[in-house]
Every structure is written in C-alpha cells, then in structure tokens.
C-alpha cells in the first residue's frame, strides 16, 4: 500500500482553465502538506493542515486553495492556472508538527500549463 | 527560519565515500538537521535525523560539529543507485512548523 498517495501523476491543462489535485495518506498522521518544486529542484512549502486546520500558508496566490475534508485528504486546487504555475507538486505528511518528524512524501504531479 | 547552504553538484565513483557538508550558520536551538534523498520522479525520502556528533544508521551518517553551524553526510560505498539529490534541512519549529527545502546536491555516482 502506498502510504502518501496523490493522483493524476501528470496532468496537462490550457491557461484558464481550473484544476484539482488530490492526496491522501493512510499513514494516521495528523499534518499533512502541499510543496511545490521547480525546474531547478527548489523545494518551497505552499501549505500545511494539522488536524485539518490550516497552520501554514506562504506566499501563494490565491488562485490556489487547500482542503482538508478529513485528516487523511488534502486537496489542492487551483483557478485560472497561468504557465507559471507548471511545476511538480507533492503532497507530504508527518505524524505531528514538531523539530523531529520525519516528512513522508507522495510521487508528485507534474502540472504542465500550455 | 535557519538557511542551509550545499554544494549544487557532486560526482564520485562506484565504491568511494561521498561526504555532503550542508552549512547552516544561523541554526537554532532546537533546530534538528535531517537530510532527505530524492530519485528522478518520485518525492524526497527521509534519509537520517540529528542534532549533535554523530549518527549512524543502515543507509548514511550524520557528522554534527560541537558549534552545529555545519554538518555532513556521509555515505559509504556509493552505487550507481545512489545518484540522486540529496537536501539538508534545518527545522525551525514555532508556533508553525515551518519547512523549505533548498535546491540540494546533485550528487552523480559514475561507473
């Protein structure tokens, strides 16, 4: 079983258009995280959910908006994507916040924006 | 929010030792070090875990001076299955937990 599971894996799209990308884990950890990297391997944090509550959100743009239905799913999606926006997006989870936890992540989606 | 500061690139040879120093000169207290790996195609796996001298497990060690505003990793007897990017992270807990990679080292093992 696949612990941090995100789908699609790929995932190609028109500017304008509105996408949804999904996670979950089966892990029973209670944070959970959406990181973004670009072509240069730079690994930034977007957002992070505790208990589904919202504990991190960085300069994103509000185009893009996390759910957390339960503690085992956080959604991303995102509005009126712009080419910038192609990157790969992996969604992590860790048993708890703290200075110790280790981070568990998915394979990743790579957003392509024509 | 400490910064950490890698090579961008390192080759070695099949068998060798790689040693891979992260710098981090404004960590704090409670910061913990933690390297993660990461293959083409596939999200970071958490490698090793420390917060000062030395740890060791199955795949890699961790070497953390006295002053922790460095560390390295260490792998021993690398294969061509090792070539991957490798992030040092330095966790700044607080109110928020609060994680950004950097852009790693590539680290390329050559037959």
């Known amino acids: 079983d696949t612990a941090v599971s995100q789908t699609p894996k790929y995932l190609v799209t028109q500017m304008g258009n509105d996408k949804s990308i999904k996670c979950e884990q089966n892990l029973g950890h209670d944070t959970m995280y959406w990181y973004k990297q670009d072509s240069k391997k730079f690994l930034k944090i977007m957002f992070s959910y505790n208990n589904k509550e919202l504990i991190i959100n960085e300069t994103v743009p509000n185009r893009f908006s996390p759910k957390s239905p339960d503690k085992a799913h956080l959604n991303l999606h995102i509005n009126s994507l712009e080419l910038g926006d192609s990157a790969v997006y992996f969604c992590?989870?860790?048993?708890?916040?703290?200075?110790?936890?280790?981070?568990?992540f998915g394979s990743g989606t790579q957003l392509s924006v024509l | 929010l400490a910064k950490t500061t890698q090579p961008i690139s390192m080759d070695s040879y099949e068998g060798q030792e790689v040693n891979i120093t992260c710098s981090h000169n404004?960590?704090?207290?409670?910061?913990?070090i933690t390297w993660y790996q990461q293959f083409p195609s596939q999200g970071p796996r958490f490698i090793i875990q420390?917060?000062?001298t030395k740890v060791t497990n199955e795949v890699a060690s961790l070497f953390i001076p006295a002053d922790r505003k460095s560390s390295t990793l260490s792998l021993p007897r690398v294969s061509l299955s090792d070539t991957a990017v490798y992030y040092c992270l330095v966790d700044s807990s607080g109110s928020a937990r609060q994680l950004t990679f950097g852009s790693g080292t590539q680290l390329t093992v050559l037959p």
């Open positions: 992590a989870s860790s048993h708890a916040q703290g200075p110790n936890e280790k981070l568990f």
């Open positions: 420390g917060y000062k």
């Open positions: 404004n960590i704090a207290t409670n910061d913990y």
